[in-house]
């Protein structure tokens, strides 16, 4: 058996996808997910002219190998668009793996090490009152823990938050907590970090209090914050014991939680939006994080992810993989499978794709009392219609950017 052919199939349902898949001279296919929020078509590119040529003919069984050759051979390493395309084709041959010798992925992987994968999910609210709804819905739909994003008094449109046309000055009202927005040019929000520092600390006594001290509560910094801001709303947020903080200040700088590290205990998350374990590498050895926020789809795949998270759990550090809207049903399938079977597994972010998603994209997962698990397909376990792909093609979709009031760049 060799790969006979490779195909890009770029689909826009619910929002932009990138999918990857190889078929090989038996008729057997693998998807992978290729998806980098707001510079799809980068990614596409990357995989039409430079990957897809160099896929025909080669062992589909050999994934290290294959990972090795896209890696190396490449000469130009790591950063966001290599390594979405490298993971995509990584995933897609794990996939084939799988339905040839009839196994789920997790079981190519050592098998299972739980029952099902702890999620959380995003509630948020501008005010308190509609916070709290949120809360209350995610615990109707059975997550045991759950992020909680707010509005910050004087600031109109707020990372997490689901905005409305009134809030942005007309502009297109934003999916729910989808970030990326469709239109030819992105648009901006206002930020201010000090009102933020604030407002926050009160948001979560709230909860708190209304809900208890034993929910898992989790909060999305989104890199927004400088080493000593990060480190004093760490510690403002001691007292409402957090399941994690996540990406508290920009970590290209791994250094700088050591500063944050020396004044809180408030668990620390990072890395959505790293792409190698040489991102990783300070913070995992000096423990300067709790948790690994990589996702199969931008960490270059199942077989650099599992590296990075056996790494990490010789420093008894968790897995907590990226799971927005924005990694497709095949990423977030590799990721289940992924987390099922690794011992250090710590929880799963699990944002429900779209209906119209869901019809291209037909996935085994289930997500069910809490948990999610990837199924016993052979595979991922992830089919895409490409009929029902093609009714929606790609719109160009940016994600927003900050600017401080003064007018200075600030992080999204
Ligand atoms: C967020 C993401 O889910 C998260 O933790 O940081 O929603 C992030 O904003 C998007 O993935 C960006 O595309
Ligand atoms: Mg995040």
């Not at 000469?75 to 009839?102: H, S």
């Not at 409305?164 to 000055?169: F, K």
């Not at 199969?296 to 998270?309: A, F, S």
């Not at 759990?313 to 049903?329: E, L, R, V």
């Amino acid at each position: 058996m060799i790969i006979d052919r490779a195909e890009v199939i770029v689909t826009s349902p619910d929002r932009n996808f990138v999918t990857l898949k190889i078929t090989t001279s038996d008729g057997v296919t693998g998807l992978g997910d290729a998806t980098l929020n707001g510079r799809e078509l980068a990614v596409v590119a990357y995989l039409r002219e430079h990957v897809v040529p160099l896929l025909a003919g080669r062992d589909p069984h050999r994934i290290e190998d294959a990972w090795q050759f896209l890696y190396r051979s490449a000469y130009w390493r790591r950063g966001p668009v290599t390594m979405a395309a490298i993971a995509a084709v990584d995933m897609a041959l794990w996939d084939i793996k799988g339905k040839v010798t009839g196994l789920p992925v997790y079981q190519l992987l050592g098998g299972a090490s739980r029952e099902g994968l702890l999620a959380y999910g995003h509630a948020s609210g501008k005010e308190l009152p509609e916070l709290f709804d949120s809360v209350r819905e995610h615990l109707a739909d059975g997550y045991r823990a759950i992020r909680i994003q707010s509005g910050v008094p004087g600031l109109k449109a707020i990372y997490g938050i689901a905005s409305q046309a009134s809030d942005t000055g007309g502009g297109e009202a934003r999916y729910d907590h989808e970030p990326a927005r469709r239109g030819e040019l992105p648009v901006q929000e206002d930020w201010d970090t000090r009102a933020y520092l604030r407002h926050l600390p009160g948001v979560f006594e709230a909860v708190r209090h209304e809900f208890g001290p034993e929910l898992p509560l989790l909060h999305d910094g989104h890199h927004r914050m400088t080493p000593i801001q990060a480190a004093k709303l760490g510690k403002d947020l001691e007292p409402f014991d957090l399941f994690w903080l996540e990406d508290c200040t920009p970590a290209e700088n791994q250094e700088a939680l050591r500063l944050v590290r020396q004044h809180t205990t408030t668990p620390l998350a990072i890395g959505e939006i790293f792409n190698t374990v040489w991102d990783f590498q300070d913070l995992i050895r000096e423990q300067l994080i709790d948790y690994v926020r990589g996702a199969v789809t931008h960490m270059g795949g199942i077989t650099p992810l599992k590296k990075t998270i056996d790494y990490a759990a010789q420093y008894q550090i968790k897995s907590g993989f990226h799971g927005p809207t924005d990694i497709s049903p095949v990423g977030m399938a590799a990721q289940a499978h992924l987390g099922l079977a690794i011992h250090n597994f710590g929880i799963q972010e699990y944002m429900p794709h779209g209906e119209k998603t869901n019809q291209v994209f037909e996935q085994s997962f289930t997500w069910q009392d809490g948990l999610l698990h990837p199924g016993d397909q052979p595979g991922l376990g992830v089919t895409l219609d490409t009929d029902e792909a093609g009714r929606y093609p790609y719109e160009r979709a940016y994600l927003p950017y900050n600017r401080l009031a003064d007018g200075t760049m600030h992080d999204w």
